[in-house]
Structure formats: C-alpha cells, structure tokens
C-alpha cells in the first residue's frame, strides 16, 4: 500500500485525533495531498489539503476550519490531520489522496489521482 492511512478509532464529542498518511515509497512530496471523508450514505467530500514542494498553504472545508490543522512531515514522507473538538458529525471513514498537481486546485475528489485506504473514525455523543 502506497499510502498508508492510520490513527482512527473510537472517541467522545469533543475529543481530538490525529490521523497519518504516509507516503510509503516517497513518490507523493511535490504533489498536493488532502484528507477527504464519507460517511454512511453520503458522497464522499473534503477535508483539507496542503500543497506540495515548498507549498504551505492549507485549505479547509467550512466545517473543519477552526478545528481541523493539515500538515506534512516532509522528512517522514507524511500527511497529518490533527481534528479537535470532535462532533458526531465527523463520523466517516476518513481517506488521503494525492492530487494530479503540485498546486490545489479544488476540493472536488476527481481533482485528486491517487487514494489511500480509509481510516474509521467514529465520535460518540
């Protein structure tokens, strides 16, 4: 598996987990990456999204914003979401992606070529 997706689990309303995606083979570090999410019945949306080289900027869905922090570990070939103040809501299988660019370019899935497994994260009320 080229990237490797972790660190889901069970956790409270208002608790914090950080998920990882390591780029196994250190293909990915000069594309764009995101964290995208589904939940049951649901289409798939994004999360948030680094750029990739020397890019810094993140961007974010309105409901991770203030919440959710994306970073890359360039030296550790991975991407981490760090997601605070959970919420039921946030239920969903969280996936990392790989976009076609160095540069983001929107939040649609189709704008990104290459998926991980998914990671289950599941808040309780």
């Known amino acids: 598996v080229q990237l490797q997706a972790s660190g889901g689990g069970l956790v409270q309303a208002g608790g914090s987990l950080r998920l990882s995606c390591e780029d196994t083979?250190?293909?990915?570090?000069?594309?764009?990456m995101a964290w995208f999410r589904q939940a049951p019945g649901k289409e798939r949306e994004f999360v948030a999204a680094v750029e990739g080289g020397r890019g810094v900027n993140t961007y974010y869905s309105d409901s991770g914003k203030g919440r959710f922090t994306i970073n890359r570990d360039k030296v550790r070939n991975t991407v981490y979401l760090q997601m605070n103040s959970l919420k039921p809501e946030d239920t969903a299988v969280y996936y990392c992606?790989?976009?076609?660019?160095?540069?983001?370019?929107?939040?649609?899935?189709?704008?990104?070529?290459?998926w991980g497994q998914g990671t289950l994260v599941t808040v309780s009320s």
């Open positions: 992606a790989v976009s076609t660019t160095r540069w983001y370019k929107g939040s649609e899935p189709d704008e990104f070529s290459y």
């Open positions: 083979r250190s293909t990915f570090s000069q594309y764009a």
